[in-house]
């Protein structure tokens, strides 16, 4: 005669049902994650070809990513057999009997370990874009905002530096666009300012060649001379170096010749 197990006792094929899926959805919840943190280094490696920086050690996801998948497909094992086991267990009568924590306890400290590790790579892949990103700039922005900038002084006032500077300009037949008087409009406006003034110049003969080969340069053309006087009374002249134009705009060496005229024309007013 069959002995048919009683109804009270299929609370325990429940449980054991319901730990099984609760071990089923960490190995899918371990793999899941190892999928996110493998597609992680693809995404940095893309980022990284967008912004033309280079961030190191970003194949490092790809071991944590694969380690988790392989941990989940485990877990998941584990866990059929497990169930296997106790679901013959309960058929052939046998009572319940406290299980083995090893296995449980073995994948936490896994999980911790592995949790600690990617605590410490994104620290670091984040520090190393950072540092990527700064010499990205470094390279693409080679000069500084005082770089590219020559100062030449001056023995005379600023209203005579810029005589001496037009009558060069008109000695070389230089066409003098504007004389831009910064201190006159600011004492306009209420304001007080040592004296300082732009002059505006150039010759259509040297520097259209150089927007038919860089058209960008001319935001920087026509030529500018900066004629200002400092806290301690010393008149300046400033203006933008031919190679920085060169280096902004991708200006032809051969070229440069045609803006060098800048330097010349301080050096002779100054004197």
Same mark, same amino acid.
Do not use: C
């Given at each position: 005669?069959? %002995?048919?197990?009683?109804?009270?006792?299929?609370? /325990?094929?429940?449980?054991? %049902?319901? =730990?099984?899926?609760?071990?089923?959805?960490? &190995?899918?919840?371990?793999?899941?994650?190892?999928?996110?943190?493998?597609?992680?280094?693809?995404?940095?490696?893309?980022? +990284?070809?967008?912004?033309?920086?280079?961030?190191?050690?970003? &194949?490092?996801?790809?071991?944590?990513?694969?380690?988790?998948?392989?941990?989940?497909?485990?877990?998941?094992?584990?866990?059929?057999? @497990?169930?296997?086991?106790?679901?013959? %267990?309960?058929?052939?009568?046998?009572?319940?009997?406290? @299980?083995?924590?090893?296995?449980?306890?073995?994948?936490?400290?896994?999980?911790?370990?592995?949790?600690?590790?990617?605590?410490?790579?994104?620290? !670091?892949?984040?520090?190393?874009?950072?540092?990527?990103?700064?010499?990205?700039? +470094?390279?693409?922005?080679?000069?500084?905002?005082?770089?590219?900038?020559?100062?030449?002084?001056?023995?005379?006032?600023? /209203?005579?530096?810029? +005589?001496?500077?037009?009558?060069?300009?008109?000695?070389?037949?230089?066409?003098?666009?504007?004389?831009? /008087?910064?201190?006159?409009?600011?004492?306009?406006? &209420?304001?007080?300012?040592?004296?300082?003034?732009?002059?505006?110049?150039?010759?259509?003969?040297?520097?259209?060649?150089?927007?038919?080969?860089?058209?960008?340069? !001319?935001?920087?053309?026509?030529?500018?001379?900066?004629?200002?006087?400092?806290?301690?009374?010393?008149?300046?002249?400033?203006?933008? =170096?031919?190679?920085?134009?060169?280096?902004?705009?991708?200006?032809?060496?051969?070229?440069?010749?045609?803006?060098?005229?800048?330097?010349?024309? !301080?050096?002779?007013? &100054? +004197?």
């Amino acid at each position: 005669m069959t %002995e048919h197990r009683k109804f009270d006792d299929f609370p /325990d094929y429940l449980a054991a %049902e319901r =730990t099984f899926l609760a071990w089923v959805r960490t &190995g899918l919840a371990l793999m899941g994650f190892g999928f996110v943190v493998d597609r992680f280094g693809l995404f940095l490696r893309q980022l +990284e070809a967008m912004q033309g920086s280079r961030v190191e050690s970003l &194949g490092v996801s790809v071991w944590f990513g694969t380690g988790l998948l392989v941990l989940g497909v485990g877990v998941n094992l584990m866990a059929a057999w @497990r169930h296997r086991r106790i679901v013959r %267990e309960l058929a052939a009568g046998m009572p319940p009997r406290a @299980r083995p924590v090893a296995q449980a306890s073995a994948i936490a400290v896994i999980l911790a370990v592995i949790g600690l590790a990617l605590a410490i790579y994104l620290i !670091a892949a984040r520090n190393a874009g950072r540092a990527s990103l700064l010499n990205s700039l +470094e390279e693409n922005m080679p000069m500084s905002a005082n770089d590219g900038i020559a100062r030449t002084p001056s023995r005379y006032s600023v /209203d005579e530096t810029v +005589e001496r500077l037009q009558a060069a300009l008109q000695a070389k037949g230089v066409k003098v666009f504007a004389l831009v /008087d910064h201190s006159g409009e600011a004492a306009k406006a &209420g304001f007080t300012m040592r004296p300082t003034k732009l002059l505006i110049f150039g010759n259509p003969r040297a520097g259209t060649p150089l927007m038919l080969a860089a058209p960008s340069v !001319a935001l920087d053309l026509p030529l500018k001379i900066l004629i200002a006087e400092d806290a301690d009374g010393r008149v300046w002249m400033s203006y933008d =170096t031919p190679e920085y134009l060169a280096a902004r705009h991708g200006v032809p060496a051969e070229l440069l010749s045609n803006v060098a005229i800048v330097g010349t024309l !301080a050096a002779r007013a &100054g +004197e």
